[in-house]
């Protein structure tokens, strides 16, 4: 059964970079898509973006201009890096895996990092 | 993007309640729909995709149905364990869209 665990900083300063990592454990990291979602604090789902095959991406286009989301299969993770961030990346930040041929279906999930952009 | 509304954004219900919420979508999505169950702290469950398909390991009193712009989920008889927030969300188009909840309260 895959499981999905994110990492990373839980407070990131104003105009920084976010970097997190999700590690998945019980299936391979190919010929799937893997993605990023958020959700600020009592707020609705965002879509972040993609990666499929470590290579292959797509972003959401609200945040296509700081984002960079990258896999590694040596590793079995992929990782997101939001760069310039605000008091509104605050969120708590899913990983997820989307089916070949739908990758916006989402299954599983990890159980979510919260970040905080704070001074 | 696609905009997908939910209703209604909160309500109650009693245990043992049939429920059904409602999603649209600001334009045809065919079938590339999905719902998913929400519960404090928690991340969200996916329940049901391709608007009808129940995920394996989901109680059959889940139910969806829809197609284009219009989609419904139905909890037939409602347990103390479905008590949460749901969620809709279209994967026919990018970005991918969720709608912004329904709660689910205990009347």
């Known amino acids: 059964q895959v499981q999905l665990q994110e990492s990373g900083p839980g407070l990131v300063k104003p105009s920084e970079t976010l970097s997190l990592t999700c590690t998945v454990s019980g299936g391979s990291i190919s010929s799937y898509y893997w993605s990023w979602i958020r959700q600020p604090p009592g707020k609705g789902l965002e879509w972040i973006g993609y990666v499929y095959n470590s290579g292959s991406t797509n972003y959401n286009p609200s945040l296509k201009s700081r984002v960079t989301i990258s896999g590694d299969t040596s590793k079995n993770q992929f990782s997101l890096k939001l760069t310039s961030v605000t008091a509104a990346d605050t969120a708590v930040y899913y990983c997820a895996r989307g089916p070949p041929g739908t990758p916006g279906r989402f299954d599983p999930w990890g159980q979510g990092t919260l970040v905080t952009v704070s001074s | 993007a696609i905009r997908m509304t939910q209703s209604p954004s909160s309500f109650s219900a009693s245990t043992g309640d049939r429920v059904t919420i409602t999603c649209r979508a600001s334009?045809?999505?065919?079938?590339?729909f999905a719902w998913y169950q929400q519960k404090p702290g928690k991340a969200p469950k996916l329940l049901i995709y391709?608007?009808?398909t129940l995920q394996s390991g989901v109680p059959s009193r889940f139910s969806g149905s829809g197609s284009g712009t219009d989609f419904t989920l139905t909890i037939s008889c409602l347990q103390s364990e479905d008590f949460a927030t749901y969620y809709c969300q279209q994967y026919s188009g990018y970005p991918y869209t969720f709608g912004q909840g329904t709660k689910l309260e205990i009347k």
């Open positions: 334009q045809g999505i065919s079938s590339y």
């Open positions: 391709g608007a009808s």
